[in-house]
């Protein structure tokens, strides 16, 4: 049907934006745009869910394109800036673990390698939207724990974390379409409470040692006894 | 048969005459956009009409590259059009001699010979632009060859004449990941290789910042007016390249009566407009990156066109 031709096309081309944006996020060096692609990300996520649940019709589904579009675009910026002072979000992250050119060449190899390593799985699920979701859900997922580990700022390590948070969601929303409304509010919860304990954190942080760098914090140094 | 050589031609000319015109509406919307009144859109035909009638110094450093490089720069994108579809959507006498690939090679040799001129006066700006060029350029080819990869394995072929067809037929095929992502990816080659303003700035004349202009500085009379009627064509090939064969075939003369080529070069003049507009666009909002960024730049494209292979050659 040439409905549904269509229907998958979409599917799979907010699934390459979703993929080019948790690319974004690896690359990018200011804090303010790496918040901008995890917003990007998550409205494409949202799309697929919306596009995963018009055929057949699933409620579910498109409530959770509608928690997402609430929930990671508008509710997570605002409380990051309600939490973390201005200062944090305009910074720039100069020294990096690795540069961005081979950072990014890790990130494409982690990418071919989420392709190859769900190939059984898709199999597996036989939905034809789940050729799509699954392999690239598991790249979000390895990329965003890949970008925590080279980024050194807090706040690109946090969304590094949502970032595997999309990825899981999207990857279950092709093989769980009838997952539990009540499961869905509460990991957006979760994710909110996630957000805002970390943004306390970063704000202590940042008062204590004057930088939200933490990736060089790896020493212990003691403080001098009295 | 015959009328099919004609067309093929036609194309030719069609590139010839309207290449300086895409210059000069570039220039006049860029102008226009900076709230300046800008140079006449037909200025580039007055300045290559100008530098024919000028004499020409050639310096007896030089060599005979210097001198045979202005035909070569000429020449290359004229042959090129013969591969490409420009005006039609079914195959013209030349397009089985070469595919994309032989297309992206025969564009290098003339990026080859303006190098080696650029180099050979040993004027010091000249080999400065030519290594700053082959950076870029070695930084573009990966990107094109898995451009080119992504587009045989999405067509089975890299004819660009079957390739445009392989995007509509059926219409769902246009918004196919691989297709979108593929257009993202050669839209920022362009940028890089037609010496754009993320990547180059064509209008710049600051000695140490250029890399495009910083290459034709020692050539005067006919052979700047070759040069620079080649870049333009190269440039006008490029964006052929883009529109018709990578977007879409949309515009194009499907059959072969006369009245329906001559109308098709309107409407893909039409569509090099809009393809324009967005170059201003992109010109106009962004400013130039350093030399040392320029690889994330095309990193970026990199990263682009490998997501669109895998998406395709996964997608089974």
Redesign the interface.
């Known amino acids: 049907m040439?409905g549904e031709?269509?229907l998958?096309?979409?599917n799979?081309?907010a699934?390459?934006?979703f993929?080019?944006c948790t690319?974004g996020m690896v690359?990018t060096r200011q804090v303010q745009g790496c918040l901008r692609f995890f917003v990007l990300q998550s409205l494409f996520l949202a799309a697929s869910a919306f596009v995963l649940g018009l055929r057949p019709l699933s409620w579910h589904l498109l409530a959770v394109a509608a928690i997402n579009v609430v929930n990671k675009p508008i509710l997570i910026p605002w409380l990051l800036r309600r939490t973390i002072p201005e200062e944090v979000h305009t910074r720039r992250e100069i020294t990096q673990v690795l540069n961005?050119?081979a950072s990014?060449l890790i990130?494409?190899g982690i990418?071919?390698g989420a392709?190859f390593l769900t190939?059984p799985w898709v199999s597996l699920a036989g939905t034809s939207y789940a050729?799509?979701n699954i392999?690239i859900g598991l790249a979000a997922l390895l990329l965003g724990a890949f970008t925590l580990t080279v980024r050194r700022e807090a706040v690109p390590q946090l969304l590094g974390l949502m970032a595997m948070e999309n990825g899981a969601f999207f990857t279950s929303i092709a093989i769980a379409p009838e997952l539990h409304l009540f499961v869905e509010l509460v990991v957006a919860f979760d994710v909110l409470i996630a957000v805002f304990v970390i943004g306390v954190l970063t704000t202590a942080i940042h008062e204590h040692i004057g930088t939200t760098e933490v990736g060089s914090l790896a020493v212990l140094r003691e403080e001098s006894s009295r | 048969m015959i009328v099919h050589l004609v067309y093929n031609l036609l194309q030719v000319a069609v590139v010839m005459a309207f290449a300086p015109l895409l210059a000069g509406v570039t220039n006049r919307l860029k102008e226009i956009v900076q709230s300046k009144r800008g140079a006449s859109i037909i200025q580039p035909y007055r300045d290559i009409w100008k530098l024919f009638h000028k004499n020409e110094v050639i310096s007896d450093q030089s060599s005979w590259i210097f001198r045979f490089t202005p035909y070569v720069v000429f020449i290359v994108p004229l042959f090129v059009t013969l591969l490409i579809p420009v005006l039609t959507s079914y195959p013209l006498f030349f397009a089985f001699m070469g595919d994309m690939l032989g297309g992206g090679f025969v564009l290098a040799l003339g990026g080859f010979f303006f190098t080696l001129a650029a180099v050979d006066t040993a004027n010091p700006y000249g080999a400065m632009g030519a290594s700053r060029t082959r950076l870029v350029g070695f930084l573009a080819e990966p990107v094109f060859m898995i451009v080119f990869f992504t587009v045989s394995f999405v067509a089975g072929s890299t004819i660009p004449y079957i390739v445009q067809q392989a995007w509509v037929q059926p219409l769902s095929n246009f918004f196919e990941p691989a297709h979108v992502l593929v257009m993202l990816a050669f839209f920022i080659l362009i940028l890089a290789e037609g010496g754009r303003i993320p990547v180059d700035n064509p209008s710049g004349h600051f000695e140490l910042a250029m890399i495009d202009e910083s290459k034709g500085l020692e050539f005067s009379g006919p052979a700047a007016a070759l040069m620079k009627w080649g870049g333009e064509m190269k440039l006008f090939v490029l964006i052929c390249i883009f529109l018709n064969v990578l977007v879409t075939p949309w515009g194009l003369a499907a059959s072969t009566t006369f009245s329906n080529v001559l109308l098709a070069i309107p409407l893909v003049l039409l569509k090099i407009l809009i393809f324009v507009l967005v170059l201003v666009a992109v010109e106009s909002s962004l400013a130039k990156l350093r030399l040392f960024r320029i690889s994330e730049f095309l990193g970026v494209a990199f990263i682009t066109s490998v997501a669109a292979m895998i998406m395709s050659l996964f997608a089974g």
Do not use: K, N, T
């Open positions: 040439a031709s269509f998958y096309q979409f799979a081309l699934g390459g934006f993929l080019l690319f690359a961005i050119p990014l990130a494409l990418a071919v392709y190939l050729g799509v392999p």
